[in-house]
């Protein structure tokens, strides 16, 4: 039986693109926790036995719509502030990627890329500790989901 291939923590991230070089994807520094949540939306409707209207009915269910969202919370690194109030401030989606494998890995590397909304954005502080960071993403229409074909 052979091994698994497995991937590190630090290599599931959120990506943005930067606003002075289209089509460069830029991961803020900082977050050290990411997690990706699809979710898929349904219509339910309970089907009778036309057999036995007695019998307990089996739902079936009809996809509507599908959604996308990550979060991302660390450590707030100065040279990240930027780049995250103004993915927030904006009224408009910016084009992000999430990363799966580093975006050199051309063997086991993957990410979705789409237009997102930087949902939440959040700063605290503690005495005696850094200021941390906690920042939510939703997609703005489809995610693509590619593997990775060649480096950044």
């Given at each position: ?8 923590g630090?290599v599931?991230?959120?990506f ?5 070089n ?16 699809f979710t ?19 739902i ?14 660390g ?8 780049s ?13 990627r ?6 050199d890995?051309?063997?086991n ?7 997102v ?6 700063v605290?502080?503690?005495r ?8 939510s993403?939703v ?14």
């Open positions: 039986m052979a091994k698994a291939v497995t991937y590190s630090t599931v991230a959120i943005l693109e930067d606003p002075e289209e089509g460069d994807f830029l991961r803020p520094c900082g977050l050290t926790s990411h997690t990706v949540t898929k939306n349904m219509q339910e409707v309970q089907v009778p036995d036309c057999d036995d209207y007695d019998a307990a009915s089996w079936e269910r009809g996809v509507e719509s599908l959604d996308f969202g990550a979060n991302g919370s450590v707030l690194a100065a040279e990240a502030l930027p995250w109030w103004d993915a927030f401030n904006s009224t408009e989606s910016i084009n992000a999430v990363y799966v494998g580093k975006p890995n051309t063997t590397g993957y990410f979705w890329a789409g237009k909304h930087v949902s939440q954005f959040e605290t502080g503690e005696g500790n850094k200021a941390q960071t906690t920042v993403v997609s703005d229409g489809e995610m693509v989901f590619t593997k990775i074909a060649t480096g950044p």
